[in-house]
């Protein structure tokens, strides 16, 4: 997914089902009959039932994939190249309902559904999805900061609870009791 992530780059996502990803997320799913491992995969989607998408085919096409007749628009590709990789050149995918089409950033270096197109045009189920990575870590990060604070006030409350404790029963401890001859009314 270079140049968007790279390796060893730490990513938050968060659980979301397949039908709720929309084109251009990019989004993490576990497909261990496709890839061969249980591990999670990190992908773009580009395209989500119904939809035609298309690569290097036609007059003028040059490497640009369009998505329904409409060229997209990937600033996020590695490079210029947005068909080239594991040998495919060219493809013309209709995506079934309830399935995916995914894309690699790194388009040279993406084993994607271009390397699949023979197994219902390389789309994968919405039900693999695990996840729609998070690109703006400001939700994840006041959230954790308010947990933090609220294990610290937790344990400063327990802290004068059993301080309050101490200190009446050493305030009880000091006063004498009254002497026997006092009467009480």
């Not at 061969?36 to 085919?57: K, S, Y």
Request: glycine share 14%; hydrophobic share 40%; net charge neutral.
């Amino acid at each position: 997914m270079t140049p968007t992530y790279g390796p060893g780059d730490r990513v938050v996502y968060e659980r979301v089902d397949g039908s709720e990803v929309r084109r251009g997320d990019v989004v993490v799913f576990s497909a261990p009959d496709r890839y061969g491992f249980e591990g999670l995969v990190m992908e773009r989607v580009i395209g989500v039932g119904g939809d035609h998408v298309v690569c290097c085919t036609g007059e003028g096409a040059g490497t640009r994939v369009s998505v329904n007749g409409k060229p997209l628009q990937e600033p996020y590709v590695k490079s210029a190249e947005a068909s080239r990789g594991f040998g495919m050149s060219s493809y013309d995918v209709r995506v079934p309902e309830g399935r995916l089409f995914m894309l690699g950033d790194h388009r040279a270096n993406a084993r994607d559904s271009r390397a699949f197109l023979d197994d219902r045009g390389g789309t994968l189920p919405e039900s693999v999805i695990r996840g729609r990575v998070i690109e703006d870590y400001t939700v994840p990060a006041v959230l954790g900061t308010a947990m933090m604070l609220g294990v610290v006030l937790v344990l400063v409350g327990v802290g004068l609870g059993i301080a309050a404790v101490v200190v009446r029963r050493k305030a009880r401890a000091l006063v004498p009791p009254p002497p026997p001859w006092a009467v009480q009314v």
